[in-house]
C-alpha cells in the first residue's frame, strides 16, 4: 500500500508549490494511474515517493513505513521505473541486472529464475551480455523493468513505462501487471499519456493539474460514460 499524505512540494525556496496537498492511497493488489499534463507534478510525485526528492510538507508511507523516516525499509520492499532511465552505460546488460540483486540481496537461484523469465518475455535473452551503450531507448527501458522485477518487488512505480517500448513488450508489461496485483497483490502505481491503456488497464486513477489533484476514483466513477480521455480533456481546459 502506498499513503500520500496532504504531501507538498517546492522548489528553489518559490513561494508557488509544484505540488500541493496531495493525498492518495493506492491499495494492495491495485493499479492506479496517475495522469496530467507535462509539469502537472507527476513525476515530481513520482520521485518523491520513491525517496529520489525531499519534500516539505505531508508525508509518505509505504507499507506503513515513512520515506521520510526509514528510506531504507521502504525503498526495499519497491521499485521504480523512470521514463528515462540512467544506467552505467559501461556495463554488460546481465552485469548490470546482477548489481541491482546484490543490492536488493537476491539469492543466486531466485536471480536467474528471474532473469532467464523476463529477459525471454521481453525478447532481450540473446542481448544480456551487450554493453548497455550500444542500446537503443527502447531497449534500455526493457533492461530497467527486468532489472526492477527481479527483486519481486512489493509496490512498483512507474512513470511513463510505455514509452519506447514496441507492441509486444507493451502487451507483455501490461499482462505482467495485471498478474501481479492478482496473483501477489502487489501496488502499482503509474504516471501514462496514454490514457487509453490506462482507463483499460487501472483499478482507479487520479487527474492532477497545476499540482492539485482536480479528480480521483475508480475508472467508473472518474470517466462515468465517456472516455477518459474526453474527461481529462475536458478538465484541462
Known amino acids: 500500500m502506498i499513503e500520500i499524505k496532504n504531501y507538498s512540494k517546492k522548489y528553489n525556496n518559490n513561494s508557488t508549490k509544484a505540488v500541493d496537498n496531495v493525498s492518495l492511497t493506492i491499495n ?50 519497491l521499485a521504480y521505473i523512470p521514463d528515462n532511465p540512467d544506467m552505467y552505460e559501461n556495463l554488460k ?20 529464475d528471474s532473469i532467464s523469465k523476463y529477459a525471454k518475455l521481453f525478447e532481450l535473452e540473446n542481448n544480456l551480455n551487450d554493453q548497455i551503450s550500444s542500446f537503443s531507448h527502447g531497449m534500455k527501458q526493457k533492461l530497467a523493468i527486468i532489472s526492477a522485477l527481479c527483486h519481486n518487488p512489493k509496490v512498483l512505480i512507474l512513470d511513463e513505462p510505455f514509452v519506447g517500448l514496441d ?38 486513477v487520479a487527474i492532477i493539474k497545476n499540482g492539485k489533484i482536480i479528480k480521483v476514483g475508480t475508472m467508473n466513477e472518474v470517466k462515468g460514460d465517456s472516455s477518459l480521455e474526453s474527461v481529462f480533456l475536458d478538465l484541462e481546459k
Open 167 to 204: 507492441p509486444t513488450s507493451v502487451y507483455n508489461l501490461k499482462e505482467l501487471m495485471k498478474n501481479m496485483c492478482k496473483n501477489e497483490k502487489t501496488t502499482i502505481f503509474f504516471s501514462t499519456h496514454i490514457l487509453e491503456v490506462a482507463e483499460k488497464l487501472c483499478d482507479r
Open 28 to 77: 494492495d493488489g491495485e493499479i492506479f494511474a496517475f495522469i496530467g499534463h507535462n509539469g502537472a507534478g507527476k513525476t515530481t510525485t513520482i520521485k518523491s515517493i520513491v525517496g529520489i526528492l525531499d519534500f516539505e510538507e505531508g508525508d509518505i508511507l509505504i507499507n506503513s513505513k515513512s520515506i521520510k523516516k526509514d528510506p531504507i525499509a521502504c525503498k526495499k520492499q
Open 93 to 112: 546488460a546481465i552485469d548490470f541486472i546482477n548489481f541491482i540483486c546484490n543490492v536488493y540481496e537476491v539469492d543466486n537461484k531466485s536471480r536467474q
